[in-house]
């Protein structure tokens, strides 16, 4: 990843309209500016934009919200950079809203425009597509490519388990993780395979032991069906002819039944037909009766007729009658309510007419005053054209008077600034006059510092003298060691070879080779006891020389270890000496500035003495007096009319009141005359009785057609009364008719049903020989039922054995077929499970593998050697070979073995020391090494995808020679790297690079940068 251009808006200290930062116009550059204009705030934008977090207000709950610049409401930061020849933008923002959801979107380049890769995923799922363009995080990121302020040793003060997993991470061995954990999940897939295979396999083979069994209990249940089925065949037979008996049985019965039921029919008809011939010749009889009486009867029913005709015309008139006498009170009523309609109209108008004479004599006080009203009405309207006129002259003076106040509040702000700028400067002045006079106590205490620096400068020397003399002796004892370990071991070995060569009888001397005597034995012995006396010597003399060597060492780094306290104050002397020099050099441009100030202060009290300054405002103010003069206005005379103004206002309403009781006089006048002229015709109306006229006709032609109705009372009553007497002619009437028409009907009814019964009585005889015949043939038939039941019952119990049978017939067919599916399944999961098993032994391989103990650690392993090299090689630079650094990757146990670790070991030329008793540069130079290392194992390691660092450390613990050890060692390693980037703010360090970025802070507009090239 190398970064193209980094927009902020918002973001920190950074405000609007803050341009593109330009990383392709330098490789390597300085941030440099004070503290606290934003120096920092441009990295943090980076990692906001990739990762989401910044090192201000990390790990706070509301981080977004703690980064957006305070009074604004949204922030947005837009990052540019290429990546294997693709050029991504990642844009993060975030608006301050109630849930403060950040965004977060990923595009590529596409010619001129670019393509979004987000596609609506997702904050998370988006960071995890970025995390995986860059192959890291931003944990991986702050711990090597990224060397953040104060935190330069955030590797050296990790434990061991902390440290091994940073560079995992800055290994790439996070794909091994998920490589083991798709490893795994193969080996589980693969068992469980394994598991139901041989799951399977144990039911197969539970399965197949019985297959002999099904086998021969299939013929058992073939031999047994072959004699059942021979059984049922002759039952069958036996059962299809007690069918055809029982058959004829039932048919025999069934015309039993038939014949009992004709029986009853018969007999049924029979008593029915005796019935009916007892009514009809009871009916014969009456109707004989009545038709002997027929002239009686026809003549009352002559004269009941003629007196129903005259009562039915008399009921029409009583009929008519009502109808006209219920007409006759509608009628009544509605004239009455014509009249009372009249009557309310004529009290109403007369009711106005009084209210409207009431009203006309109370305007009558107010139109009298009308002559008044309208004089000062006229006097009123001229008042108020002049305060109109006097409001717009009051309108402009204050306009003209607040712009006076504005110009002289303007004269007065400005000679408040400019005594308030004397004052400042002449304290300046003053200040600057004072560090002058004390250029002399600071030039000597400056050569105090030299002579001291001098002296320490000598140690130092001696020091150093003592380190390589120290060097020497550590080289002569250890050839010292190595010699004592030589005589020692050749003093062994020629022991070894006397006793194996002089212990045999037949031993050879080891000496020359030749066979041994007494004499020659004895010279031997002799000659080899001399040598191993030699030995010891050598070897005594070894060991006194080496106590003599590491006393002189001891000494030494006594005198080495006083040395070094008593130069420790030497970072310290050159401090105070480059603070010296740089208040030397602030005094020198104290002199330039303090001339500046001077000529300052002379011209701002030369405007004070001549009043030069607000030349524009005083013309104005001028120029307002007159036309304030001009304009005239008093407020005076403006109070005193709008006070006779308040005095006629209460006319302007009793001008509208007398208006309006004009017009009202004249309504009112109208409305008299209207009411008086319809009271009067009310009471004509009623005089005359001109109301309801039609209905007052309606009523009289009803009485005319009352009287022409002719109704007489008595007579119809007595009418009704004859009526009622001959009441039952009109049944008797009714039942002479009936005789009439029955007479010829019953005779024929009466020949008829003696016939038939007769024929009914035949029937019976019939009938009843038939059924003696029947029940003969029924008896004989009589124990069918039995032996049907008795074969029936044998013949379904051998049905169902044969039914059982069938099934275990085709269940054990079913066995035996699939005993040989069983066979050929076994042997198929046989040879399956072998390669499961197979595959279940090369995942738990892949996964040992993949895991902590087996690739990841030897890549490790491989990569610690690389970062101990590199940091090295940086450290001789740092520190002329004083300092190095080793891993430790085995630590020994107390009660014995070893287990891993990631243990930093630092050493001098005084041994191994523990990180915290160095000094502030020597450790902060150290952990300058090791992080640089880590950077470049990160950029040279395959497939990571950053080829920038970021270095934003404070130089402040270095001398002048650490500063130049530390921009040598930047220089060498930037070749490294396609893009470096150093924060700092110390002089001697921005010189070093040829692009510095500088970033100064405006109160109102924030954070601003400027690239400068320098040559």
């Known amino acids: 990843m190398i970064p193209l251009t980094l927009s902020l808006r918002n973001f920190l200290s950074y405000g609007e309209g803050v341009p593109p930062l330009d990383f392709t116009q330098f490789r390597i550059a300085c941030l440099t500016g004070d503290n606290g204009h934003g120096k920092s705030a441009l990295l943090d934008g980076i990692t906001y934009a990739l990762w989401g977090e910044a090192r201000k207000h990390q790990g706070e709950r509301k981080a977004d919200e703690g980064l957006c610049r305070i009074g604004a409401s949204e922030m947005r930061v837009e990052f540019d950079f290429s990546l294997d020849d693709d050029h991504y933008r990642v844009i993060r923002s975030w608006r301050r809203t109630k849930r403060g959801i950040p965004n977060l979107e990923l595009q590529i380049s596409d010619g001129d425009l670019f393509r979004t890769l987000s596609e609506g995923q997702g904050v998370v799922r988006t960071q995890g597509r970025i995390n995986q363009l860059l192959a890291m995080d931003y944990n991986t990121f702050v711990n090597s490519a990224f060397i953040v302020q104060g935190r330069a040793d955030e590797f050296t003060q990790k434990n061991a388990r902390q440290r091994k997993e940073i ?91 038939e014949i009992a039921r004709e029986k009853e029919r018969s007999s049924e008809r029979a008593q029915q037909v005796g019935k009916e011939l007892e009514y009809l010749r009871d009916q014969q009889r009456k109707d004989r009766e009545i038709l002997d009486a027929a002239d009686a009867i026809e003549k009352d029913f002559a004269t009941h007729n003629a007196l129903r005709t005259q009562v039915g015309r008399l009921e029409q008139k009583v009929q008519a009658r009502g109808q006209l006498n219920t007409r006759h009170s509608e009628l009544q009523e509605s004239i009455g309510r014509a009249r009372r309609d009249v009557e309310k109209r004529q009290e109403k108008w007369a009711a106005i007419l009084v209210e409207r004479q009431r009203q006309l004599d109370e305007l009558k006080t107010l139109l009298e005053q009308e002559q008044t009203i309208v004089v000062r009405y006229a006097q009123f309207k001229a008042t108020n054209e002049q305060d109109q006129a006097l409001e717009q002259g009051r309108i402009r003076h204050e306009a003209l008077l607040h712009e006076r106040s504005q110009l002289e509040h303007a004269i007065s702000l400005e000679e408040q600034n400019r005594k308030h700028q004397l004052q400042t400067l002449t304290s300046d002045l003053e200040k600057l006059r004072r560090a002058i006079r004390e250029a002399g106590d600071l030039e000597r205490n400056n050569l105090r510092l030299k002579t001291r620096l001098v002296e320490l400068e000598d140690k130092v020397a001696k020091r150093d003298g003592l380190k390589e003399e120290g060097s020497t002796l550590n080289t002569q004892i250890a050839e010292r060691r190595q010699q004592l370990r030589a005589e020692e071991e050749g003093l062994a070995n020629e022991r070894q070879q006397a006793a194996g060569h002089l212990d045999s009888d037949a031993a050879q001397c080891p000496l020359c080779g030749s066979s041994l005597d007494e004499e020659h034995r004895a010279r031997v012995e002799n000659e080899l006891a001399q040598r191993e006396e030699k030995h010891k010597e050598q070897i005594t003399e070894l060991q006194k020389n080496i106590a003599d060597l590491e006393e002189q060492v001891h000494k030494m780094r006594e005198h080495y270890q006083a040395l070094e306290e008593e130069t420790a104050p030497l970072q310290q002397l050159h401090r105070d000496l480059a603070e010296g ?11 330039v500035e303090e001339e500046s100030l001077a000529a300052q202060v002379a011209t701002i009290e030369r405007a004070f003495d001549e009043g030069t300054y607000t030349l524009a405002e005083r013309e104005r103010l001028l120029k307002l007096a007159g036309e304030m003069a001009q304009l005239g206005y008093s407020a005076q005379e403006h109070s005193a009319q709008r006070e ?39 009471a004509s109306y009623l005089a005359e009785s001109r109301y309801a006229q039609e209905e007052q006709e309606q009523l009289r032609d009803i009485d005319r057609q009352i009287a022409t109705l002719g109704y007489d009372e008595t007579e119809h009553r007595q009418l009704r009364l004859q009526l009622d007497d001959l009441l039952d002619s009109v049944t008797k009437f009714e039942r002479l008719q009936n005789a009439q028409r029955r007479r010829d009907s019953i005779n024929e009814s009466l020949a008829r049903y003696e016939g038939e019964a007769t024929t009914l009585a035949q029937q019976l005889r019939e009938t009843e020989q038939s059924e003696q015949e029947l029940s003969k043939r029924d008896s004989e038939l009589v124990d069918i039922d039995k032996k049907l039941e008795e074969n029936q019952s044998q013949l379904e119990r051998l049905r169902k054995e044969r039914d059982e049978l069938l099934q275990q017939q085709g269940a054990l067919k079913t066995l035996c077929a699939r005993g040989v599916e069983w066979a050929r399944e076994r042997d198929k999961l046989r040879e399956e499970l072998k390669d499961v098993q197979q595959q ?21 392993e491989n990569a610690v050697p690389q970062i101990e090299k590199e940091a090295n090689a940086i450290l001789s630079q740092l520190t002329d070979n004083r300092i190095q650094i080793s891993f430790e990757s085995l630590r020994d146990l107390k009660k014995g073995g070893t287990r891993e670790t990631l243990d930093v070991k630092i050493s001098d030329e005084i041994g191994e020391r523990s990180y915290h008793l160095y000094s502030g540069g020597e450790a902060f130079r150290t952990d300058f090494a090791l992080r640089i290392a880590l950077s470049k194992v990160l950029a040279m390691r395959s497939g990571t995808r950053l080829r920038t660092l970021f270095i934003d450390e404070g130089f402040g613990t270095q001398d002048q020679q650490g500063l130049e050890q530390l921009v040598e060692a930047i220089q060498i390693i930037s070749r490294n790297f396609d893009k470096v980037l150093v924060v700092t703010h110390l002089e001697q360090l921005k010189a070093a690079f040829p692009v510095q970025i500088e970033v100064t802070k405006h109160p109102d507009l924030g954070s601003r940068f400027e690239i400068m090239q320098h040559g």
């Open 167 to 257: 560079l995992g991470q800055i290994l790439g061995l996070g794909r091994y993780d998920q490589l083991q954990s798709m490893a795994r999940v193969h080996y589980q897939k693969h068992n469980q395979q394994s598991i139901s295979h041989r799951s399977r396999l144990a039911e197969l083979d539970a399965e197949l032991a019985g297959r002999d069994t099904y086998e021969t209990e299939l013929r058992t249940a073939n031999e047994r069906l072959q004699t059942l089925n021979g059984t049922l065949a002759g039952l069958e037979k036996t059962q299809s002819k007690l069918d055809e008996q029982r058959l004829q049985q039932a048919q025999v019965r069934q015309q039993l039944a």
């Open 581 to 591: 020099a740089a208040r030397q050099k602030q005094l020198q441009e104290h002199s």
């Open 644 to 682: 006779k103004l308040a005095e006629l206002r209460p006319v302007e309403t009793e001008h509208t009141r007398l208006q309006d009781a004009r017009d009202q006089a004249d309504r009112l006048a109208r409305e008299q005359i209207e009411a008086q002229e319809k009271r009067d015709l009310a």
């Open 840 to 860: 279940i032994w090369i995942y738990q391989r892949l996964d040992e593998a993949f895991g902590k103990d087996g690739i990841q650690a030897l890549i490790i």
